[in-house]
């Protein structure tokens, strides 16, 4: 099925645990960075800059970064699969919704890149 | 697939529930955080580039523009979470008993979302 092959995990049953495991890691990394802004009102570059360059909060940003890939591809293909369809588009709604989903799987993982580019470039002097 | 069969479903006639509408918001605000995903990248590169790109992301939230791009991304967050949890909490058997319980949790998650994205806009435009 054209459906399945740009799906992130090529099994619904896949993809829906996929969705909820990095929901669960978005959402952790989301209530910790919230509590320390809110906690540090007085943030100063070098303390931003010392607490993210920390190992520990490296991984925990990368893991989230790909959190937020698989989530945004599963996400995405459910939306454009649903209605970037024949019936809701027309006759060349396969070939119009392959572009989208490459372009959103093109974006996805320059969004990767880049937040690997931004993590492993931090440097806590300026 | 055959792809004749006759759709009644014009869902403009029909009057949704409650939970049409959380779920449709939890699809809207989930296409506007894949491109918001930019700009908290932006965001974290220039807080994290130098010292002064660092004042600088202090310095946008003063800027009109930025602050409604900012406010946008991070509302469409705060309902997308609160929509999500509601999901998840759901996916454990919670509150998926009856039609009753699933009315009453979105309105639930709409009135936590919506008290979410008003915390938002206090730390946006009067912080």
Redesign the interface.
Known sequence: MVTTVTSLGRSGLSDWLIQRVSAFVMTAYLIFIVGYLVMNPELTYAQWAQLNQALPMRMFSLLTILSIAAHAWIGMWCVLTDYVTVRLVGPKATAIRIVFQLGMIAITLLYVIWAIDILWGIQVNG | MD?KRP?NLDIGSISLPITSYVSILH?VS??I??FA??VF?WL??A??S??EG??SVKAMFANPVCQVIVWGSLAA?AYH?VA??RH?IM?FGVGEDSFESGRNSARLALGVAIVAIALVTGWIFLW
Do not use: I
């Open positions: 792809n759709v699809r989930g296409v955080l894949f995903v930019a990248l974290f590169d807080s994290l130098s010292p660092f004042e967050l979470v999500g949890v998840l996916d």
